[in-house]
T-cell receptor, first 114, second 111 residues
């Protein structure tokens, strides 16, 4: 079956520390992968998406970066976290790429920068 | 400019139908209407989508007006587990930068 894994579930990091969030998918190959962020009480903001290994598109300029070292692995990183990086980070993919079905989201990582 | 307008919150009695409206008066002919929901502290969950015709699946029904300027998501028998934020999204693409999640409607199902 097709599943998406995201970890950790919660994270508390000091300002200026690095960040690495990982997302992996199972049960498919060559998925489109996405990173979204949700600030408290707000809608979702698309940060990055990837259509293949090494291919990253950035939607919002910021101090975050993304990488896709393997087909089913998507990583969100930062060298130095800011307080404004706090939020709920979600990895997602489209199960039927090219079709009309919707996203499947991971369970999310709640990041608090202190 | 927002592509969709939804009420910020709604209440519904358990066991009753929940009817969630969405206005999308500027929708173009090739744009779909998608609905997702997000239960607290979880990722959004795809519910249903449609273009022109009404749609029904195991989760909900989607009613789109003939002029396509508005739609209604119907949960036929709401349960407490349906308490969530419901997002209405209008887009040509079912992915990427054109898929914008707004503030949505917070539905509270009351016992």
């Amino acid at each position: 079956s097709q599943t998406i894994h995201q970890w950790p579930a919660t994270l508390v990091q000091p300002v200026g520390s690095p960040l690495s969030l990982e997302c992996t998918v199972e049960g498919t190959s060559n998925p489109n992968l996405y990173w979204y962020r949700q600030a408290a009480g707000r809608g979702l903001q698309l940060l990055f998406y990837s259509v293949g290994i090494g291919q990253i598109s950035s939607e919002v300029p910021q101090n975050l970066s993304a990488s896709r070292p393997q087909d089913r692995q998507f990583i969100l990183s930062s060298k130095k976290l800011l307080l404004s990086d706090s939020g709920f980070y979600l990895c997602a993919w489209i199960i039927h790429r090219g079709g009309r079905d919707g996203y499947t989201f991971g369970s999310g990582t709640r990041l608090t920068v202190v | 400019d927002a592509k969709t307008t939804q009420p910020p919150s709604m209440d519904c009695a358990e066991g009753r139908a929940a009817n969630l409206p969405c206005n999308h008066s500027t929708i173009s002919g090739n744009e779909y209407v998608y609905w997702y929901r997000q239960i607290h502290s979880q990722g959004p969950q795809y519910i249903i989508h449609g273009l022109k015709n009404n749609e029904t699946n195991e989760m909900a029904s989607l009613i789109i007006t003939e002029d396509r300027k508005s739609s209604t998501l119907i949960l036929p028998h709401a349960t407490l587990r349906d308490t969530a934020v419901y997002y209405c999204i209008v887009t040509m693409d079912n992915y990427g930068q054109n898929f914008v999640f707004g503030p949505g409607t917070r539905l509270s199902v009351l016992p």
